[in-house]
Structure formats: C-alpha cells, structure tokens
C-alpha cells in the first residue's frame, strides 16, 4: 500500500476513501507546509495531497536529490504554491482538481459584488454597533448592477460562470480581457483589446486568473488608475494578482468607488489599512467552502491518484 501524507484534513468522506487506498498519514494543524517540511517530505512518502500554501517552491523542491514522492496531488485548481517546473524536472507528477469548484467561486464572486456595490458590509457593522438609527431615503446609497457593465480579467471556467450570473441573472453587459482569444462565453459578451480598456469601461472589475508569476501584480496602479471613479474591483483569484498596496492608494483616495476581496497578497495577514476602510468588503476565502464542493475536490485528487498509482492516464495532470 503505497504511502500518503495528506497536508491537512479534508471532509470524512475523502479521508474514508484514502485510507481504504492508502497509508495515510495526517498532518495535525490546519497551518500549511513550511519548505523545510516540504523538502522533507518529499523524500519520505510516495505521494503528497498539498493544498493552498504549502511551500512545494523550487528551492524546497530541488532540495532533494531522487525524491520518494512521484506526485503531487493538489487539492484545489489553483497550484501556484506548486513549482511545476521544479517538480518535473524531478519527475514528480502534479495534478489539480478543475470543475469542482467553478460554480462555488463564481457564486463568492457574485457575494462579493453585491456586498461591496450594495455596502452591505458597512451596514451590516453599523447594525452591530448598536448605532443605526433608522431607515431614511438618502442612507447609505450604492450602486445597483442591473444594466451595468462587469469586466471580467481572465475568462476561463470560472470566467465564463460569473459572466453566465452577471448577464443572465441581472441583464449586465459583459466585457473581458483574456491573454489567448476565447471563442465562446456561453452569453453575449465583448473580448477588448487590452486590461486598460476593461479596466476603463466596466462598473464592476472582477479577477478570475490563475495565480503565476505573470499575473502576478496584474491588478497594478497603473490598471487602478485606469478605472471609473463609481467603479469596483472584486478580487475571487489569488491575492497577488492584486497589488494590495496600491489597492489601498485607490480606495483611500477615493480613485476607485469600492472592493471585495476574498484573497490577499499574503494570506492569512490582512494589512489594517485595508482592515480600517469602509468601502471594501472582505471574506476570509471562502471560494470554494461548501461542503459538497470540498468534498468533490477532494475526490478528483483521489481519483488523480488512483489512476496515477495504476498507471492510468491522469484526468487532471497539469
């Protein structure tokens, strides 16, 4: 029975399935993998389950000489905490869990939206305080979104389900920007030219790229600076994407109207400047967090090992 380390714990019925297939063993902390313990790891088990942050980089990776480890099974379908590069050149396997999850982030994008264009943050720590004294006809007005145009950074699966919610559930307009051409978006939408012209003619920004080194600060000041002074930016990627420092610029300013994050740039810290502003609306990564959709993200990795340890063809080798 080949040997597993499972990073952390995942729902019951994911850990039922491993241990039926393998010698698993759990790490006890919800904390991801320092470097030093992903090197280590990597030449004591045959095979990891990483999720989000554990440190597989290239230094912990090539740390290792003939690593044990012949694949890595990431749970979850972004894996920029993975060097992949690294890994094959040490001949590890590295595999995600896409589909799963498209629905759920797309619907923490829509949250996302609402609560910040809507302030329903705000108002509902106003509520908590004990300080709201009563309903009136000018308190706390926001943007509505029927009829409004979303631009869309990066328009994949998950792409593609926020523009399906956008345009079919509240009749927006959707423009994208997409480093390759995509053919079709499922409803009506435009691919622009550049970020500059999404960034500058939607209402609502939204960040839906994978996390990598050349999305890294994608979301810069100069792309800020480009947008409607009523607009918004919803960050439901990774947290690099945007650069958090000149996000915080842009909504002390008043350059930009709001946001909603449900990611950082260095997670789980949170800087208090962006704490203390009340025009932004934040989640603690809730992407994918119902139990249903860990739960089928958990079993794509068993079968990504499954087929990996029978000598299958991966379904989701990236």
Same mark, same amino acid.
């Given at each position: 029975?080949?040997?597993?380390? =499972?990073?952390?714990?995942?729902?019951?019925?994911?850990?039922?399935?491993?241990?039926?297939?393998?010698? =698993?063993?759990?790490?006890?902390?919800?904390?991801?993998?320092?470097?030093?313990?992903?090197?280590?790891?990597?030449?004591?088990?045959?095979?990891?389950?990483?999720?989000?942050?554990? &440190?597989?980089?290239?230094?912990?990776?090539?740390?290792?000489?003939?690593? %044990?480890?012949?694949?890595?099974?990431?749970?979850?379908?972004?894996?920029?905490?993975?060097?992949? &590069?690294?890994?094959?050149?040490?001949?590890?396997?590295?595999?995600?869990?896409?589909?799963?999850?498209?629905?759920?982030?797309?619907?923490?994008?829509?949250?996302?939206?609402?609560?910040? =264009?809507?302030?329903?943050?705000?108002?509902?720590?106003?509520?908590?305080?004990?300080?709201?004294?009563?309903?009136?006809?000018?308190?706390?007005?926001? /943007?509505?979104?029927?009829?409004?145009?979303?631009?869309?950074?990066? /328009?994949? %699966?998950?792409?593609?389900?926020?523009?399906?919610?956008?345009?079919?559930?509240?009749? /927006?307009?959707?423009?994208?920007?997409?480093?390759?051409?995509?053919?079709?978006?499922?409803?009506?939408?435009?691919?622009?030219?550049?970020?500059?012209?999404? /960034?500058?003619?939607?209402?609502?920004?939204?960040?839906?790229?994978? &996390?990598?080194?050349?999305?890294?600060?994608?979301?810069?000041?100069?792309?800020?600076?480009?947008?409607?002074?009523?607009?918004?930016?919803?960050?439901?990627?990774?947290?690099?994407?945007?650069?958090?420092?000149?996000?915080i610029a842009a909504l002390t300013s008043g350059q930009i109207a709001g946001a909603g994050l449900d990611v950082y740039e260095q997670e789980p810290y949170v800087p208090e400047a962006l704490r203390a502003l009340d025009n932004v609306a934040l989640l603690p990564h809730l992407g994918t967090n119902a139990e249903e959709v860990r739960t089928n993200m958990g079993m794509i990795a068993v079968e990504n090992l499954?087929?990996?340890?029978?000598?299958?063809?991966?379904?989701?080798?990236?």
């Amino acid at each position: 029975m080949m040997n597993l380390l =499972v990073s952390r714990a995942l729902p019951a019925t994911v850990m039922e399935a491993l241990n039926s297939e393998f010698e =698993v063993t759990l790490r006890p902390t919800t904390q991801p993998m320092s470097e030093d313990e992903a090197t280590v790891a990597l030449s004591a088990y045959d095979a990891i389950l990483p999720t989000l942050g554990d &440190g597989f980089t290239a230094a912990a990776i090539g740390r290792v000489d003939a690593p %044990r480890c012949k694949v890595l099974a990431n749970f979850g379908v972004g894996y920029n905490h993975i060097d992949t &590069g690294a890994a094959l050149a040490k001949g590890i396997t590295v595999t995600n869990t896409p589909g799963a999850v498209t629905d759920a982030t797309a619907d923490i994008a829509m949250t996302l939206i609402l609560m910040a =264009v809507r302030r329903a943050g705000e108002g509902e720590r106003l509520v908590r305080s004990g300080e709201w004294t009563g309903w009136h006809p000018v308190q706390m007005l926001g /943007m509505h979104i029927g009829g409004k145009t979303v631009g869309i950074v990066g /328009m994949g %699966r998950i792409g593609k389900a926020i523009a399906r919610r956008c345009q079919a559930g509240f009749g /927006m307009s959707v423009v994208f920007h997409n480093r390759s051409h995509v053919a079709e978006v499922g409803v009506p939408a435009r691919q622009l030219g550049s970020l500059a012209e999404v /960034m500058a003619e939607a209402d609502v920004v939204v960040c839906a790229v994978p &996390g990598s080194p050349e999305t890294h600060h994608m979301i810069d000041a100069a792309a800020l600076s480009a947008m409607q002074p009523h607009a918004y930016l919803v960050n439901i990627s990774r947290g690099d994407v945007v650069d958090e420092a000149a996000l915080i610029a842009a909504l002390t300013s008043g350059q930009i109207a709001g946001a909603g994050l449900d990611v950082y740039e260095q997670e789980p810290y949170v800087p208090e400047a962006l704490r203390a502003l009340d025009n932004v609306a934040l989640l603690p990564h809730l992407g994918t967090n119902a139990e249903e959709v860990r739960t089928n993200m958990g079993m794509i990795a068993v079968e990504n090992l499954r087929a990996f340890f029978s000598g299958d063809a991966v379904p989701n080798r990236v």
